[in-house]
């Protein structure tokens, strides 16, 4: 049974760090690209990043690029997602995703996402 889980979420001021992460099971982890999206209320389900199996191939959105670091520990079956500089339209539930199609960093920025978490909401004060 795939399971991701999401750990980190909670209430931050603008301008200050969190961060995330994403313990999975239930697959071979190794082989998957790993990643994260985020939807806000009345918004739909944005990308935000995404890691291939190997950590060599890593795509953000725009407008968390510079802001944010995904990485991964193939070790722990875990996918992190650091985020600083946060501000309030950051808010947002946060979900870990997965894919296990080849070229998966790509494929999880396309939207083409196999497995979901539960979600962690992430909310930023002004």
């Known amino acids: 049974q795939v399971q991701l889980e999401e750990f980190g979420g909670g209430l931050v001021q603008a301008g200050g760090s969190l961060s995330l992460y994403c313990g999975a099971s239930?697959?071979?982890?190794?082989?998957?690209?790993m990643g994260w999206f985020r939807q806000a209320p009345g918004k739909e389900r944005e990308f935000v990043a995404a890691?291939?199996?190997?950590?060599?191939?890593?795509f953000y959105g725009d407008s968390v690029k510079g802001r944010f670091t995904i990485s991964r520990d193939n070790d722990k079956n875990t996918v992190y997602l650091q985020m600083n500089r946060l501000r309030p339209e950051d808010t947002a539930v946060y979900y870990c995703?997965?894919?296990?199609?080849?070229?998966?960093?790509?494929?999880?920025?396309?939207?083409?996402?196999?497995?979901w978490g539960q979600g962690t909401q992430v909310t930023v004060s002004s």
């Open positions: 995703a997965a894919t296990i199609r080849p070229s998966g960093a790509l494929k999880l920025q396309s939207g083409q996402v196999d497995h």
């Open positions: 239930g697959f071979r982890f190794t082989a998957a690209g």
């Open positions: 890691i291939s199996w190997g950590s060599n191939t890593i």
